[in-house]
């Protein structure tokens, strides 16, 4: 059993009352970890925290802000066999899935240390005669990030590295399913060296979070609040943040195609597809949901999907608890009541659930329009490349897609019709870069992490005009 604490100010403390929560396994009932239960009172004192050290903070070099935050990244490698070990207790996660979330997370904060020097002023021109134009991007302030349980490490990162790098204080509100690794990846950035209050995370249970969420917004400090999670709660965040005129990013859910067109290599889009449904047991919101493909060559793609899946095997880690299974069960029984047909898979050994294909998925059928979000993966069958497009589109969601042809000029074309704000052409839906900006369309969200764009998340800019004083000089150097 772990015990997680919150960190405030950079110290570890506990709630008031030392009231705690229990993080246990939803199959067998033990304890896996014991959390504090952050109140309202609690996180703004978090948040008041990170106020206060957001003066200097902001004003350090940054120089020594990308160090830290590569530091931060070094410790999170010397310790990936402490989060696997974490991560497979709380979340049932695969040593796989987070060395590759550490490499991601790595990666990310090291991104986010090369945009440390975009705080500054700028010169511009355009000003009229006897008038100096100066753009000065600056700080938000404080950033609250909150985080979910399915790639613990890579997203609790991504929310705190652009707004710690470009000189913003953060609160991180961990997640209730993995309290103790997002702990633990919190503690780690504040070992490589940040000052106290720079970074303050925060731990609640599940009947507190509303609350604690809605202290936290609401807080004066609070700038911006980027949220990454189903679009339900998104929905909500954004309702709260916008009472308060406060600006968020969000990354929700998804419903990633696949679309398989007549001249594509199917052997390689097996792989790739098979890789994009089924990565941490389809628990990621890019995973692949849908394979639209063309009737024609259906049957055949089928069939050596088929067999990728089923070499898959001891390669699976849990779903995330019984409730997960049950969904799950129920979008395979609703598609089949509706005609579907079951290609392989569809068990479960209480949270071990086996990749599952179901073919012949069709409107009106709960996993044509619900957000998977486990080791399932539904086949539309599409007459030509047009109406795979259509079947594309016909979803509220838009965050990543993949096409599959070998002529590309058209499999190129056919990728800028989807509405997604990523779309990969003969690769996995599930593909992360951080040097890219990454985010929705539709009910997927809004907002840009990664690259250039996260700067605009993440800080202010201010318009300066300057004249002389009457008998005064510019000494600008």
């Not at 950033?143 to 490490?153: D, E, K, S, T």
């Not at 308060?244 to 001249?263: P, Q, W, Y």
């Not at 096409?403 to 509405?419: C, N, Q, S, T, Y």
């Not at 996260?454 to 005064?472: H, K, L, N, S």
Request: glycine content about 10%; hydrophobic content about 45%.
């Amino acid at each position: 059993m772990f015990v997680a604490r919150g960190i405030v100010g950079g110290v570890p403390v506990s709630a008031q009352d030392e009231r705690r929560y229990e993080r246990r396994d939803l199959t067998t009932g033990a304890v896996l970890t014991l959390a504090s239960a952050f109140g309202r009172t609690e996180a703004e004192a978090a948040a008041d925290a990170a106020a206060g050290a957001f003066a200097a903070w902001s004003s350090t070099t940054p120089e020594e802000r990308s160090t830290l935050l590569r530091r931060g990244a070094d410790l999170l490698a010397d310790n990936v066999d402490e989060l696997c070990r974490i991560a497979q207790v709380e979340v049932g996660a695969t040593p796989e899935w987070i060395r590759f979330n550490v490499e991601v997370a790595r990666a990310t904060l090291h991104q986010a240390a090369g945009l440390a020097d975009a705080i500054g002023d700028e010169k511009v021109e355009g000003a009229p005669t006897g008038v100096r134009y100066h753009l000065i991007r600056r700080p938000a302030g404080v950033v609250l990030g909150l985080a979910p349980w399915n790639a613990p490490v890579a997203l609790a990162v991504r929310a705190l590295a652009a707004p710690l790098a470009l000189g913003n204080t953060v609160v991180l509100k961990g997640s209730e399913l993995c309290p103790k690794v997002h702990e633990t990846v919190a503690q780690l950035l504040i070992d490589a060296g940040l000052p106290d209050g720079v970074l303050n995370y925060v731990s609640s249970a599940p009947e507190d979070a509303h609350d604690v969420v809605d202290a936290l917004i609401a807080h004066p400090a609070v700038r911006r609040v980027n949220f990454t999670g189903s679009t339900r709660v998104g929905r909500h965040i954004a309702e709260l943040a916008a009472r308060h005129l406060k600006r968020c990013l969000l990354e929700l859910s998804g419903k990633a195609s696949a679309v398989i067109l007549s001249d594509a290599d199917l052997a390689s889009a097996a792989k790739s597809v098979a890789h994009g449904a089924f990565f941490n047991q389809g628990q990621v919101c890019m995973s692949t949901d849908r394979i639209i493909i063309e009737e024609r060559i259906a049957d055949e793609f089928i069939s050596l999907l088929r067999r990728e899946t089923e070499r898959l095997g001891g390669e699976f880690g849990h779903v995330i608890g019984p409730e997960a299974v049950a969904r799950l069960q129920g979008l395979a029984a609703d598609a089949a009541a509706k005609g579907a047909v079951l290609v392989t898979g569809g068990q479960n050994v209480g949270t071990l659930m086996q990749p599952t294909i179901v073919d012949h998925v069709a409107y009106g059928m709960r996993i044509y329009e619900e957000e998977i979000f486990g080791p399932m993966v539904g086949v539309i069958r599409v007459e030509d490349a047009d109406e795979a497009v259509t079947v594309a589109n016909d979803t509220e969601y838009g965050l990543s897609a993949a096409v599959f042809g070998r002529d590309l000029p058209r499999a190129r074309a056919i990728a800028r019709r989807i509405e997604a704000g990523a779309v990969h052409i003969n690769g996995t839906t599930v593909c992360d870069d951080p040097a890219m900006p990454y985010g929705g369309m539709k009910a997927s969200g809004y907002g840009r992490f990664g690259g250039r764009a996260v700067i605009e998340e993440f800080t202010e800019i201010q318009w300066m005009t300057e004249r002389d004083a009457p008998g005064g000089e510019d000494r600008t150097p």
